[in-house]
């Protein structure tokens, strides 16, 4: 599961940089979008590269706790601080709570942290090591959570705008899956049941891998959103396996 979890993410995160090298934008989490200029263009070459170079470096397994670290900062600092964060503090506070591209921003860095604890060792640097494991569980959980209470929020959106027609009881899978991402998120935390949260949020990201956004992404092939939906679902999934092999560990 670890070896499994490690390439969704790696597949992922290159797939996500290479779009945002496409698209010129370097926007992991779908941030309000920058003026379009060199200093656009510059940095969705330069972060590309730097995502894709970490994206192999998890797959070869050299330098990988590194690569992913340093990944995990620069989508924090250049996409949810100098993005996310003015747009967040233009807002009130209710309309804040329910920014959840913002949120998935914040849970995609988190993520390279989990990937990066998963090539730590224990007994070196062990509170650093807590301590960026941690930051990683609390943005995932935090994201997850919020998702789920928007399934209940916006379920006219999530039942007829987003849920393929093909797929029967739209209302109940709408609900269903809001509960089960809300119990997810909050079962991250809990040491109990953690695991089986992780691999269960895995599971079930995945199949909207295959059930939701590749159809979704088929029916529109030159959205290039709905292709980050694809890619932003497999990597969710594999830091869920990742993080579900740490919590057995530790």
């Known amino acids: 599961m670890l070896h499994a979890g490690r390439i969704l993410f790696a597949i992922s995160f290159i797939a996500l940089a290479t779009q945002g090298m496409i698209m010129q934008d370097f926007n992991f989490g779908r941030p309000p979008e920058w003026p379009e200029g060199l200093a656009r263009t510059a940095l969705s070459i330069a ?138 998120g909050l079962g991250l935390l809990i040491r109990p049941v953690r695991n089986l949260a992780a691999v269960m949020a895995g599971i079930m990201i995945l199949g909207w891998f295959f059930l939701l956004h590749i159809p979704r992404a088929l029916a529109a092939p030159a959205d290039l959103l709905e292709w980050f939906g694809v890619f932003e679902s497999l990597g969710f999934a594999g830091i869920c396996f990742t993080l579900a092999v740490i919590f057995r560990r530790n």
């Not at 990937?115 to 090591?129: C, H, I, N, T, Y």
């Not at 959980?141 to 009881?169: L, M, S």
């Open 47 to 184: 972060g590309g590269m730097i995502v894709i170079g970490t994206g192999i470096a998890v797959v070869i397994r050299k330098r990988a706790r590194e690569a992913a670290l340093v990944t995990g900062l620069i989508i924090f600092v250049l996409v949810f601080l100098v993005r996310n964060v003015p747009d967040l503090l233009s807002k009130d506070l209710a309309s804040a709570f329910w920014s959840l591209n913002a949120f998935k921003t914040l849970a995609l860095a988190g993520g390279s942290c989990i990937v990066a604890v998963s090539f730590w060792q224990k007994d070196e640097r062990p509170k650093l090591r807590n301590w960026v494991l941690w930051l990683g569980i609390i943005t995932l959980a935090w994201f997850f959570v919020v998702c789920g209470f928007a399934h209940f929020k916006f379920i006219d959106f999530i039942r007829d705008g987003f849920i393929p027609a093909y797929i029967p009881f739209k209302t109940f899978w709408a609900y269903f899956t809001g509960i089960c991402l809300i119990a997810g």
